[in-house]
Every structure is written in structure tokens, then in C-alpha cells.
């Protein structure tokens, strides 16, 4: 068997071709993982930053949906705000009152909407007009409150109890239910606060509207008046349930106060006889007439003419008989008709409120 020589010079050849081809296969093989590990990186880079471009896109509408809700919160509030103004004060400019009468907004007023801030700057013009909303709302609760307060009193003065007046008032109530759809924070707070104050002030001003305190002739009052007397006919005791006005023959009966004719005919004693209905158990009657000037179901205002000074029934002479009963039992009418002018004047001005509401209704 023969072998082959290879000389130590083509050996030496050799191995430095294969370890040259070794290393080029080696670098090729480093430089492909570097390439690939480099797109995995960048494929990792591109992935963060399109998780970041949605998660920034994700904040930017959320940040546009918190503007939108805090405009719609803010037009609702101010609609029901609006809604209750004109309804208690028949304004048609109410809607402006608001943002001119307040002060600029106390900080930390409203953690809520001052959050919104920070997530949207743009947001900042809205959070301040809600801020004024809300003082504003507050500012006219405590002046509802101090003219529900006065009304109160002016009630009290006639003797009478405010708090049951209203509450046969507020028996007279109804409607639909439509919910609030606005703000609920806002509604729970100072928009239900203003509500619950205008609702005391409207059912304490129509009580005290109710209350007969107009004169019912222009004749002076008698000596006679209400309480325990010596009957004119008898000698007996007798209690007098009301007031006697002498006047002349004819001479115009007037309502004490606005209402509704319940009754017009003739009663034992009394004659012929007009009484008016003024709601929360109040009624007048006017006795001893000689003619009538209205119907069943009349609505009267005070001061209407609603019969004529004459001496029916069981009387002496010309004159009228007046009383004023609530829920059935006679009161001393004096009380009413000796009003003090400040009390007057209360009711003067429920009585232009609730006539300014009908007229831009």
C-alpha cells in the first residue's frame, strides 16, 4: 500500500484555509444572532412605542370625554337652575343672573371638577363657570330661605300655625316623575338644597296668600265683635262667631282675599249668605245680605265685589256679618283684618311674585 505525501508546507496551507473558513463562518454566524437579536430589539421598541402611542390615544378621549361631560353637566345644571328661577320668579333672564352676581370661585371649592383640571387644562374655563354655579346656587337658597322665614312669620301673626298650613298645601300636589338626568352629585347637593328651599318658600307664600287679611267693606267695624255677648234679641249669653259691620243698604261686599265661591244661598240665621273658599281649610262668610254678586265656582281676587250690605236672616239692621273659619271652626276675625303693614306688605310681595310667574308662564 502507498500513501500519500503532503508536505508539511501544503499541511500548514491547509489548516490556515479551513481556520480562516472556520472564522468567517464563525463571524457570519455572530453577525446574523446580532442581527436578529437587534430586530427583536427593535421589534420590542416598536411594539412599546405603539403601546404608547395608544395609550396616549386612549388618555387624549378620555380627556375629551371628561370636557364633555363636564359641559353637558354644566348645561343641565343650568337648564334645572333656570327651569326653577323662572318657575318661583318668572324670569326670562335668570339664566344670566348667575355667573354676574357671584365672586370668582373659592379654591377647593369642588375636588371633583378641580381633578378634571389636571386631566384636561382646556377644561379649567368650565370648572370655574361650575364653581360660580354652585355659589350662585348657594347665594340664592339662603335669600329663598330668609323670604321662606318671612313668610313664616308673617303667618304666625295672624295666629295661625305655618307648618300646618303647608302641609295641607303640599297635600295638593302631583305629576309625572321625570328623573334627574344631570349631575347627581350636584343634584344631591346644592341644586337639591335650593329646590327643597323655593318649594318652602312657594307653599308658605300661597298659604299666606290664602289668608283673609283685606277688609271686607269699607264700613268700620261695630263694637260687636267676636267672642261671648248678650244675645240682641234674648238678653242671653250667646258666643259671636265673627264681626258686624254696619254700612248702608246696598253698600258692595268684598272679598277678604282671593278664592273660590263654595257657597251663595240662604242659612238658618244668617240669611242670605256668600262663603269663600281660600284653600288650606280657610274660608270667609259674609252674612245677612241683600243681594248676591257671584257664583258657585267663582274665582274671586281680594277686594272683588261679591254681594250687597242688607239685614237677612236674624238681624237687627243693616249690616254684615263676617267670619273666618279654618277647617270648619270659627277664628276671632280681628286678627286678620288688624294686620300690621310690614305682614301687609309680605304679602303684597308673594302676591307680584305669583302674578309676575302667571304672566311669562
Known amino acids: 500500500m502507498k500513501f500519500l505525501r503532503v508536505s508539511r508546507r501544503a499541511q500548514l496551507t491547509a489548516i490556515a484555509i ?51 361631560d363636564l359641559a353637558q353637566d354644566l348645561e343641565a345644571r343650568q337648564d334645572f337652575m333656570d327651569d326653577l328661577y323662572k318657575t318661583h320668579f318668572g324670569a326670562e333672564d335668570g339664566n344670566a ?22 386631566m384636561a387644562p382646556e377644561a379649567a374655563p368650565l370648572v370655574r363657570l361650575a364653581q360660580r354655579q354652585r355659589q350662585f346656587a ?22 295661625l300655625n305655618p307648618d300646618s298650613l303647608t302641609r295641607s298645601a303640599a297635600r295638593a300636589q302631583g305629576g309625572p316623575f321625570v328623573p334627574w338626568k344631570g349631575d ?13 328651599a323655593l318649594n318652602r318658600m312657594e307653599l ?12 271686607p267693606t269699607t264700613a268700620p267695624m261695630q263694637t260687636s265683635s267676636y267672642g261671648y255677648r248678650r244675645d240682641p234679641f234674648n238678653g242671653h249669653a250667646a258666643f259671636h262667631a265673627g264681626i258686624d259691620f254696619p254700612g248702608r243698604f246696598g253698600q258692595p261686599i268684598l272679598s277678604a282675599a282671593g278664592g273660590k265661591i263654595g257657597f251663595v244661598g240662604q242659612r238658618q240665621g244668617y240669611g242670605n249668605v256668600v262663603e269663600v273658599e281660600h284653600g288650606n281649610g280657610l ?11 257671584g257664583r258657585v265656582g267663582q274665582t274671586v281676587a281680594r277686594g272683588d265685589t261679591i254681594g250687597r250690605m242688607g239685614s237677612t236672616g236674624r238681624s237687627t239692621g243693616t249690616h254684615l ?25 309680605v304679602q303684597q310681595i308673594a302676591k307680584a311674585r305669583f302674578a309676575d310667574v302667571g304672566n311669562r308662564g
Open 283 to 293: 274660608m270667609t262668610r259674609y252674612a245677612h245680605l241683600s243681594g248676591f254678586a
Open 138 to 159: 348657594m347665594m340664592l337658597t339662603g335669600a329663598v330661605e330668609r323670604r321662606a322665614d318671612k313668610a313664616a312669620a308673617a303667618i304666625r301673626s295672624f295666629g
Open 204 to 215: 308658605l307664600e300661597r298659604s299666606l296668600l290664602t289668608i283673609p287679611s283685606g277688609q
Open 184 to 196: 347627581k352629585g350636584a343634584m344631591t347637593g346644592e341644586l337639591e338644597d335650593l329646590a327643597s
Open 18 to 68: 479551513a481556520s480562516t473558513a472556520l472564522i468567517g463562518w464563525g463571524g457570519a454566524t455572530i453577525s446574523m444572532l446580532a442581527s436578529k437579536a437587534s430586530v427583536a430589539q427593535e421589534r420590542a421598541l416598536l411594539d412599546q412605542q405603539g403601546k404608547a402611542v395608544a395609550s396616549t390615544a386612549s388618555k387624549v378621549a378620555d380627556y375629551r370625554k371628561s370636557v364633555e
Open 97 to 118: 343672573a348667575g355667573a354676574d352676581l357671584v365672586g370668582p370661585a373659592k379654591a377647593g371649592e369642588n375636588g371633583e371638577l378641580t381633578t378634571k383640571i389636571s
Open 321 to 345: 256679618h263676617f267670619e273666618v273659619r279654618l277647617n270648619g271652626q270659627a277664628i276671632n276675625p280681628r286678627r286678620f283684618l288688624e294686620a300690621a303693614q310690614d305682614v301687609l306688605q
